[in-house]
């Protein structure tokens, strides 16, 4: 293949110059990266918001089932839980101590019956 099978090479001189300057490099990466974490994070925070709600309202219901003299319930994430990571629900008396009710699980869902 030579340069007449080609004749929109013959003025080519190739050069060791990169395509984009630096500038617009690092304009690229920074709007790639504004982009990415406005797709992703209202899912993200949609996503707490929902299995914080669930495990909210499952922990109240097992707390009024298993704990009737319970004054509220409180739900949190605990990576070193006893029983996992995980939700774990809790109830609370009139002096604000804490005892454990059951484990929620990583995704909490409904209230179901417990073993």
Sequence with gaps: ??????????????????????RRTIATRVFVVVALTALLLPGIMLTISIQTDTANYT??????????????????FELFAPAGPGWQ???????????????????????HALP
């Design 59 to 76: 922990c109240d219901v097992y707390t009024r089932h298993y704990q009737p003299d319970a004054v509220s319930s409180s739900a949190r």
């Design 1 to 22: 293949m030579t340069f007449e099978d080609h004749p929109e090479l013959t003025e080519y001189d190739p050069s060791d110059r990169p395509l984009r300057g630096r």
């Design 89 to 111: 629900c809790y109830a609370l008396n009139t002096e604000g101590d804490a005892t454990f009710v059951a484990p929620l699980g990583l995704i909490p869902s409904a209230p």
